[in-house]
Structure formats: structure tokens, C-alpha cells
């Protein structure tokens, strides 16, 4: 038994394109999942929607590069 | 998936500042998030969650709706600020820091590895919502496997002991799991069960090429 069918949970694991995704993306499913949970600080929310809402409105021209990205 | 804004609330948030802070209510939690997970920095999050809505309010009148969802253009905005942030903090050539396990624990250390550019750094963040809203719609049972399997590492013993079951039945379990993942995603795209989650066409092709299909 190879070392990859040894690990293998299931017959067939570790060639299944499903099985093998979620082994990639399982450890920053986790840690995507623990950010999520995290608040930013209440008075910075609201300081920044006053500021959005009220204050000047911004101007960047920004690069090409980030246009064509946010495009 | 989650709550995306209304066309017409885009379209009243290019002129209205009122509409445009009721688009920043309804993103700027996975905005902080987002910026969160590439920086491991509270206060660098909050810096870049700044500069993301400023820039998105200086450039709102340039979106347009081409089939992406607004999430995604804010995401990228978010991207390309970190980005900048750790060129301009020297880090590396530019590209940021992704966590590759636990946050590390002093908030003020950078981490761990480098990847890609940004616009994958946000297909990577679209991607793993997408397998997590199609994960929660699975039977618990299955969805407890995948999530012990693949999210927590453990072994065929540990899973069948926390589903207190053996673990031949934990395997099958576990088969029956990602078959049912799979076969919901691909429904879903072939626009069968159109009571389905949608993802943005490119996520969802995405996932077909990496099943092989």
C-alpha cells in the first residue's frame, strides 16, 4: 500500500477532483472561518460610515493595473 | 451565498452617499474580513478596510454589473490595497501574506507564505464560500465528516469517535459526503435545481475543471 492510499480514508480519496479540492482548501476554509467571526472595533464601523457618508468624497486615479483588476 | 446589494441600490450609491453607506453596512464586514485573513493585523485590516470603501466611492461610478457580483469588485479593491500595503511595507516583491494555519498568535507578526496576486487571492476567498455554502446545505452527518476530515485534519479514529460511529461506517459516511457535495455543486451549474446557491459563473467553471469535468 502506497503511503497516499495509506492515508486515504476512503477507497478512491485521493484521486476524487471533489476530495482532493476540499484537502487543498480545507486549512483556509478553517481560517476563513475564524476571520469571519472576527468584529472590527464598533466605533471605527461607525467612524468610517460618518466619514463615507459625510465627508469628502475621495479621489483616486489609481493605475491602469488596478483599474483593469477592479474592472 | 451571501446577501448581494440590489442593482438599484448601486445605482442610487453613485449619487446618493446615504445609498452608498447602505452598501458599506452590507459589505464591510466581509470587506474587514477579507482584509483580516491577508494581513493578520486588526489595525492593518481596519486601515484597508478603509481605503477600500474610500476608493470604492471614488470609483463607483466606473462599476459596471458584467455578471460579477459587486462583493467581487469590492474584494479586488481590498486586494489591490493589501497589495500595495506590503510592497510599500517592503514586504517581499509585493505580493501578501496568507496565513497557512492558526493566526498566529502576536498579532503584529507577519506570516508564513506568499501567493500568487491578488485577483487569485480573491478567487481563493470566493471559492472557499462557494464549497462552504454548498457544505452547509448537506445533512449534518456529512457535513460534521467533511468538516472533520478536511477542515480539521483528523484522523479516521478521532472522526469516528466524534460521530460516534466505526469506522467503516465513518468511511462510507465520508464517501456518501463529498459525493453528495459534489453532485449538489454540479446540479447547481448545470442549472437543474434552480433552488441551488448561485456563484458567479467563473467560480462555479472553476470547480468543474478542478473536478475534471
Known amino acids: 500500500m502506497t503511503d497516499r492510499e495509506h492515508r486515504e480514508i476512503f477507497d478512491g480519496e485521493a484521486d476524487d477532483p471533489m476530495a482532493r479540492e476540499l484537502a487543498d482548501m480545507g486549512p483556509y476554509m478553517r481560517q476563513k472561518a475564524r476571520v469571519e467571526v472576527e468584529r472590527a472595533a464598533p466605533d471605527f464601523i461607525q467612524s468610517l460610515r460618518n466619514r463615507l457618508v459625510h465627508g469628502e468624497k475621495p479621489e483616486y486615479p489609481g493605475d491602469v493595473t488596478d483599474r483593469q483588476q477592479e474592472r | ?213
Open chain 2, 1 to 213: 451565498m451571501r446577501t448581494e446589494a440590489s442593482a438599484d441600490l448601486i445605482a442610487r450609491a453613485r449619487h446618493d452617499r446615504d445609498a452608498f453607506g447602505e452598501l458599506y453596512a452590507l459589505y464591510v464586514h466581509r470587506i474587514y474580513a477579507f482584509c483580516l485573513m491577508h494581513t493578520g493585523h486588526a489595525q492593518q485590516a481596519e486601515d484597508l478596510t478603509s481605503s477600500t470603501f474610500e476608493r470604492a466611492l471614488a470609483k463607483i461610478d466606473r462599476y459596471e454589473d458584467r455578471g460579477i457580483p459587486f462583493s467581487s469588485w469590492l474584494l479586488r479593491i481590498a486586494a489591490n490595497a493589501t497589495a500595495e500595503s506590503a510592497r510599500r511595507a517592503g514586504l517581499g516583491d509585493g505580493r501578501a501574506i496568507i496565513f497557512l494555519d492558526d493566526m498566529h498568535p502576536r498579532r503584529d507578526a507577519c506570516v508564513v507564505a506568499w501567493e500568487d496576486d491578488p485577483v487569485q487571492w480573491v478567487e481563493r476567498w470566493e471559492r472557499a464560500g462557494y464549497l462552504d455554502t454548498y457544505m452547509a446545505t448537506l445533512p449534518t452527518d456529512q457535513r460534521m465528516a467533511l468538516q472533520l476530515r478536511y477542515l480539521e485534519d483528523r484522523s479516521l479514529d478521532d472522526m469516528a469517535q466524534t460521530l460516534n460511529r466505526s469506522p467503516k461506517a465513518t468511511r462510507q459516511l465520508l464517501h456518501r459526503a463529498v459525493s453528495g457535495l459534489r453532485n449538489r455543486m454540479m446540479l447547481d451549474e448545470d442549472g437543474i435545481d434552480d433552488d441551488g446557491p448561485r456563484a458567479p459563473r467563473d467560480i462555479r467553471r472553476r470547480g468543474r475543471r478542478s473536478d475534471g469535468a
